[in-house]
């Protein structure tokens, strides 16, 4: 089947069905001859089902995304000044392969609440079960390579497909998948397990059981088009994803700029003063609570609430002074900067959530 000379990355193989040579890679499992669109199982044989999603855009309609996604995205953030000294480079398509898993989910939660204040504090079961049919879309590739391809998966939709054809390609590379089919259901199960467990882990304040049943209904082999433009501003590269079968941008990275640094800043020094005083405050309140003499414990919570809010700030303006020494950022469709790691809003509400 193969003529490998050495047991390099890349073997030469011939098509079966229109003899054009092309190669092969070591890691690839199921692939589809460049030339004519034939799709096999490299250890068996056609794969018989194979769709694309549309493709929505030509380079003009990527390049008209992007400008107007940095327009938008920049008012938001780094500040409009940018999009002057942008000079968009030429948009790459790339087919991705992906599995469509549909399945009937059975999910099962059980977990606790702290309910009532004070002395009627206690801990309530919280339980839950639902079904439903889902649809997952699963990368048949080992490494989530390229730049944004989580946000492009998670921007996907189950319409507008097509069968295969290698003439709707635009001649864009179609890369191969290095995950089985019959792997597919196994990370489908898995994907929606990890989303199922960091929602609930938001919900419910103790999670103790979570269980996941899925009945497989199909499994079918797809093709989905991701564009990626680079673009220059004064010397550095950066780069963003958009989503051919949406033809929305889906990642996109901007120049840290002067006016981005000093927002940061400024509101970095702001939060370190409101912390310093809450912080220092708390034992005049303290103080002050015990001097009335109140009989009402509850009240004890505000030195406390004090304190907490107080090192949350700090904490918060040591994240935001990072923000000063970034390069660049990452934002959203929406134009949202992607958190990392601590944020700010989600230790506000799980601050308010215990207090409450
Ligand atoms: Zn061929």
């Known amino acids: 089947m193969t003529t490998a000379e050495d047991s ?40 018989k089902t194979h769709l694309l999603l549309n ?9 008209k995304a992007v400008s107007d996604w940095i327009q938008f995205a920049a008012s938001k953030s780094v500040g409009k000044g940018v999009t002057k000294d942008i000079e968009l480079g030429n948009p790459v398509l790339q087919w991705i392969p992906i599995f469509r898993v549909k399945a009937s989910s059975q999910t099962y939660h059980f977990g606790a609440e702290q309910k009532g204040s004070g002395k009627n504090k206690h801990w309530v079961k919280v339980e839950g079960r639902d079904s439903a ?36 390609t635009d001649k864009a590379p179609v890369l191969n998948a290095e995950i089985a089919d019959t792997d597919a259901p196994v990370r489908a199960k898995y994907q929606k397990s990890e989303r199922d467990r960091a929602e609930l882990n938001e ?38 994803a958009v989503s051919g079968a949406t ?54 919570l505000i030195p406390v609430a004090m304190f907490i809010l107080g090192i949350i700030l700090w904490a918060g303006s040591i994240q935001v002074i990072g923000g000063v020494l970034k390069y660049e950022i990452q934002l959203t469709a929406d134009g949202e900067e992607r958190e990392e790691g601590f944020s700010f809003g989600d230790s506000l509400k799980g601050f308010g959530g215990r207090f409450s």
Not at 55 to 63: Q, T
Not at 285 to 290: D, H, P, Q
Request: aromatic share 14%.
């Open 8 to 47: 390099q990355k890349l073997v030469q193989y011939r098509c079966e069905v229109c003899n054009a040579p092309y190669p092969l890679g070591a890691d690839d499992v199921i692939s589809t001859c460049p030339y004519c669109g034939y799709t096999f199982i490299v250890d068996g044989g056609e794969m």
């Open 55 to 63: 493709n929505k855009l030509k380079k003009e309609g990527v390049v």
């Open 133 to 168: 049919k889902i649809t997952e879309w699963v990368l048949a590739r080992r490494y989530a390579a390229a730049f944004g391809i989580k946000e492009f998966m998670e921007s996907l939709e189950d319409e507008e497909s097509k069968t295969f054809d290698i003439n709707l």
């Open 203 to 240: 919900k419910v304040e103790k999670l103790f059981d979570y269980r996941l049943d899925m009945d497989i209904e199909d499994c079918t082999y797809f093709h989905a088009p991701y564009w990626l433009i680079r673009y220059e501003y004064r010397g550095g590269t950066f780069r963003v």
């Open 247 to 300: 033809g929305r941008v889906v990642l996109g990275e901007l120049p840290v700029t002067k006016t981005y640094r000093v927002k940061k800043w400024f509101s970095s020094v702001f939060m370190l003063v409101a912390a310093a005083l809450l912080i220092q405050g708390t034992p005049y309140i303290t103080y002050a609570i015990l001097m009335a003499d109140s009989s009402d414990g509850e009240v004890f």
